[in-house]
C-alpha cells in the first residue's frame, strides 16, 4: 500500500528565505506524486505533480519539488517565501482510486 | 466559473439529524470522490465513483450514503449525526481515477 510521511508539522521561516517542506513516500509501484496547498478556511489546490516524467517537477507560485527515488523523497522547495505562501502543505501519493495525503505540514511565514 | 462546487459551505446541526452535502463538477469527469478532514487536517478518502458506480467505500459507517445521480453530480447524506463527524468534508473529481483530482472548498460540519 502507498504512503507518504510529512516531516514537521510546522515550518517558519521568514519572508525571503529558502522554503523546504519535507515529504517521504512509500510504494510497492512506481509512485506519482502530489503537493497540494489549503489556505485557510479554502479547499485544496493543487502545486504540482509528478507522474515518472522530469524528475524535477515545477509548479505555481514559485514552488518546485524533486523527485528522488534512491531517498524515497518528494521536497517541496521555494527559493524565497512571502508572506502570502503562509498556508497548509499536504504530500500525497495515487493509490487505487484515491489519493493517500501525509499530515500536512504548517507553513508560517514571518516578517 | 467554478470547477467543483459543493453546498452548503456551513452546515451547523444538532446530533441525530440527517443531512445532506452536494457536489457539483462542470469539467465533464468521470470520477469523483469524497474526502474527509478531521480536527488536526488529516485528509482521509471516504468513497469514489465512477461513472456513476461506487467504486471505493473506505470502512465508512453506513451511516453515511453516497449518491450519483449523474456524472456530474456526487452528494453525500448522512443519517443520525454524531459529534465525531464534525469535520470538514471535501468532493474532488478527476477525468478518470488515473488523473488529477480536482476539489471543491469544502464543506464544514459541526455536530453539537
Known amino acids: 500500500a502507498q504512503s507518504v510521511t510529512q516531516l514537521g508539522s510546522h515550518v517558519s521561516v521568514s519572508e525571503g528565505a529558502l522554503v523546504l517542506l519535507r515529504c517521504n513516500y512509500s510504494?510497492?509501484?512506481?509512485?506519482?506524486l502530489f503537493w497540494y496547498v489549503q489556505y485557510p478556511n479554502q479547499g485544496l489546490q493543487l502545486l504540482l505533480k509528478?507522474?515518472?516524467?522530469?524528475?524535477l517537477v515545477k509548479g505555481i507560485n514559485g514552488f518546485e519539488a524533486e523527485f528522488k527515488k534512491s531517498e524515497t523523497s518528494f521536497h517541496l522547495t521555494k527559493p524565497s517565501a512571502h508572506m502570502s505562501d503562509a498556508a497548509e502543505y499536504f504530500c500525497?501519493?495515487?493509490?487505487?482510486?484515491?489519493?493517500?495525503f501525509g499530515t500536512g505540514t504548517r507553513l508560517l511565514v514571518s516578517p | 466559473d467554478t470547477a467543483v462546487s459543493q453546498t452548503p459551505k456551513y452546515l451547523v446541526t444538532q446530533m441525530g439529524n440527517d443531512k445532506s452535502i452536494k457536489c457539483e463538477q462542470n469539467?465533464?469527469?468521470?470520477?469523483m470522490y469524497w474526502y474527509k478532514q478531521d480536527s488536526k487536517k488529516f485528509l482521509k478518502i471516504m468513497f469514489s465513483?465512477?461513472?456513476?458506480?461506487?467504486?471505493i467505500n473506505e470502512t465508512v459507517p453506513n451511516r453515511f450514503s453516497p449518491k450519483s445521480p449523474d456524472k456530474a453530480h456526487l452528494n453525500l447524506h448522512i443519517n443520525s449525526l454524531e459529534l465525531g463527524d464534525s469535520a470538514v468534508y471535501f468532493c474532488?473529481?478527476?477525468?478518470?481515477?488515473?488523473?488529477?483530482?480536482?476539489f471543491g472548498p469544502g464543506t464544514r460540519l459541526l455536530v453539537l
Open positions: 509528478y507522474t515518472s516524467a522530469a524528475t
Open positions: 469539467l465533464g469527469h468521470d470520477t
Open positions: 474532488a473529481s478527476s477525468a478518470s481515477y488515473q488523473e488529477t483530482q480536482y
Open positions: 465513483y465512477n461513472n456513476k458506480e461506487l467504486i
Open positions: 510504494s510497492s509501484v512506481p509512485p506519482y
Open positions: 500525497a501519493v495515487r493509490g487505487f482510486q484515491k489519493l493517500v
